[in-house]
């Protein structure tokens, strides 16, 4: 299974890298590509002063633009938008393959002072659900939003249902390199899974302060082994995911079973 990353800045309404790394994607046999948070849609920040008919305007064109890529070359697409309904901004996770539209509303949002998506964002609070589950070829993905990356009962979804690789969007700022790097690395060998994880990059100015995000898309291997990353450019990375190397650490370390006899 071929899959790729896109690591790119926000876009705004433009398309035109979308055909042009979706084209090298295909030529080289990824059957699935990833993009980090907030390329569609203006960062969180930029997102609190924009009337909400700009956001649904940006979100639609780029919703219908991406039918029609993920169409034309056969392919699955995950991307991070905002998504307008009743005149309420959605904070989602929507996933295009060449037949349908899949949409994963993320369950929890960061919620501190100086970055408060859930204040903002209408998604519902409620009892937690499994992420976004999908097959291509017999290879189990699950999606699910960076944030949610550091909560337990996500993982036991994981877990249960033999995913084999998740897609991890994310908008990682600040000095947080390391330690993203250590939580997914942590999760990727506790679950015997690959972790996929598309960062964006660019800044944002508030205030004369810089926020600036770095980079660092990277794939890790159901053995908690970093085995390609980028690094602070615009780039695409394709990954070999390979099956037997799942189900060779599930044997080897055995934590599922573990589980299992005990419940």
């Not at 070359?73 to 309904?85: C, E, Q």
């Not at 929507?94 to 100086?114: D, E, G, R």
Request: charged share 25%.
């Amino acid at each position: 299974m071929r899959a790729a990353i896109l690591q790119i800045p926000s876009v705004g309404m433009s398309t035109s890298k979308f055909d042009y790394y979706l084209r090298i994607a295909k030529s080289k046999g990824c059957k699935v590509v990833l993009l980090g948070e907030y390329l569609l849609n203006r960062f969180f920040k930029e997102l609190e002063n924009t009337p909400i008919e700009m956001i649904k305007e940006q979100s639609d064109h780029h919703i219908k633009t991406l039918k029609a890529l993920a169409k034309e070359y056969d392919m699955n697409i995950i991307a991070p938008l905002v998504i307008i309904k009743k005149k309420q901004p959605y904070k989602t996770i929507v996933k295009f393959s060449p037949t349908s539209t899949s949409y994963y509303h993320q369950q929890i949002l960061i919620n501190y002072k100086h970055w408060n998506e859930e204040k903002f964002f209408a998604n519902e609070v409620a009892p937690l659900k499994a992420p976004l589950i999908f097959s291509v070829d017999g290879f189990k993905f699950a999606v699910m939003a960076g944030f949610e990356l550091h909560f337990d009962t996500f993982w036991q979804e994981i877990m249960s249902k033999n995913v084999d690789a998740v897609l991890l969007p994310t908008v990682s700022t600040f000095e947080s390199h390391e330690r993203w790097r250590e939580l997914i690395k942590m999760r990727a060998f506790t679950n015997s899974c690959y972790i996929i994880r598309a960062n964006r990059i660019g800044e944002y100015v508030e205030d004369e302060y810089s926020w600036n995000f770095y980079g660092d898309s990277l794939v890790v291997s159901p053995l908690g082994e970093i085995e390609n990353h980028l690094g602070n450019q615009e780039e695409l990375l394709m990954i070999d995911l390979d099956k037997k190397s799942v189900k060779s650490a599930r044997k080897s370390w055995g934590f599922k079973e573990a589980l299992q006899k005990r419940l």
